[in-house]
């Protein structure tokens, strides 16, 4: 297993697109997390599953922003719309129920 | 969500043991404390996890105090790639998800 896949790694979009990621989790872990980091700042929460159930999404969260974990393995982050503001690094975890999160190399989204 | 305090900032010596402190007095739910760092530049790594007692691995230990409302991270012998963002995050009311707060800063000299 080569651990969390993210792809892509860079993704420079205009204003107003719509942009997608995905993260591959370590086969079997059955949660699966996305955080959002900005410079400076702490990992973000965005969103949260367990198998393919998303159990918890952040307030901050508006609803330009979904997710998808349709068979319980890879997940999908779509953003509409995109604004500058949603510039920043968009990261990928998983991990077993109770166990320790392993992240993803991450995809940083910079819109122009 | 329970309300976590570390320190900012922390600087520790080469080779000399480090005490990360981490307070989480309005702990609630029977959840897992988790520690994280990040170096720079770099994602989120996974240090180690307890529940009650203290915890050992190749990385860290982990002391739980036996109320939970405090644990500290341990490291053993500070090296220089130990320099990071450590962050201490303990189980939330709200769910299940990990929460990240500000973390301490490490600084390691040599």
């Known amino acids: 297993d080569t651990g969390v896949s993210q792809n892509p790694r860079h993704k420079i979009t205009k204003r107003g697109q719509n942009v997608t990621f995905r993260c591959d989790p370590i086969s079997e872990h059955n949660r699966l997390y996305w955080y959002r980091q900005t410079l400076g700042q702490g990992p973000e929460f965005l969103t949260y599953?367990?198998?393919?159930?998303?159990?918890?999404k952040s307030r901050l969260l508006s609803d330009r922003f979904s997710a998808e974990r349709p068979k319980g393995s890879f997940s999908t982050l779509e953003i509409q719309r995109t604004e500058q503001g949603d510039s920043a690094m968009y990261l990928c975890?998983?991990?077993?129920?109770?166990?320790?999160?392993?992240f993803g190399q991450g995809t940083r989204l910079t819109v122009v | 969500d329970a309300k976590t305090t570390q320190p900012n900032s922390m600087e520790s010596n080469e080779e000399e043991p480090v005490h990360l402190p981490c307070n989480h007095s309005t702990i609630s739910g029977t959840d897992y404390i988790h520690w994280y760092r990040q170096l720079p530049s770099q994602g989120p790594e996974y240090v180690i996890h307890g529940l009650t007692s203290n915890v050992n691995n190749r990385m860290a230990s982990l002391a739980i105090a036996e109320d939970r409302k405090s644990s500290t991270l341990i490291l053993h012998r500070a090296t220089l790639r130990d320099a990071a963002v450590y962050y201490c995050?303990?189980?939330?009311?709200?769910?299940?998800?990990?929460?990240f707060g500000k973390g301490t800063t490490l600084s390691v000299s040599s």
């Open positions: 599953f367990q198998n393919e159930a998303q159990l918890e």
């Open positions: 975890a998983s991990s077993f129920s109770g166990g320790g999160a392993f």
């Open positions: 995050i303990p189980p939330n009311q709200a769910g299940t998800a990990l929460i």
